[in-house]
Every structure is written in structure tokens, then in C-alpha cells.
């Protein structure tokens, strides 16, 4: 039983990166990427997914709202949903 409801659970979260995701080609040739650089008077800014501060030379990606995550987080997420975790705005226009 447990094990059946498993397997259902991911067809559902399958179907939903069909429809709601973006595929990593797209997210590779639409996302723009910057090189996270610190200026001495700047607070140190934090990733809003895994909640990690920004480290010196980390990559980020920026969405067309302006807000920016690890290039990494922001990838994964986007696999799943076209849309800013903390606006909400579509993240990518494709
Ligand atoms: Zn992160
Ligand atoms: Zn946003």
C-alpha cells in the first residue's frame, strides 16, 4: 500500500515539471548568470532557497525580476516551476 502510493506520488510530481517546469536546456541558455563578488560595504545577502549566505566567487542566477539565488538552487527549482520563490513573478519568459 505504502509502496504503491509512492509510485503514484511521482507520476503526480512528473506530470507537474511537464507542466509548470522548464527544461535544462532552457534554463541553461535563459538564465543569467553572475559571479557573486561582495563589496566591502555591501551586507552579505542570503540564497532565499537553501538559505545560505553568498560566498565570494559563488555563481548566481538572476531571474527577469531581479532577484538572485545560487545558480544551482535556482536551476533546480526552475526545473520544477517557472516562477520567483519569493515574488512569485513567471521567473523566465519563454
Ligand atoms: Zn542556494
Ligand atoms: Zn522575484
Redesign the pocket.
Known sequence: MGEQFEIIANEVEQIQVVENGLTEDTIMARLSRETYHPSGTEEHRACSICQDEYAEGDLLGK?????DYHFECIKQWLMRKNS??????R?LAI
Open positions: 531571474l527577469d525580476c531581479g532577484h520567483c520563490p519569493m515574488c512569485r513573478h521567473a
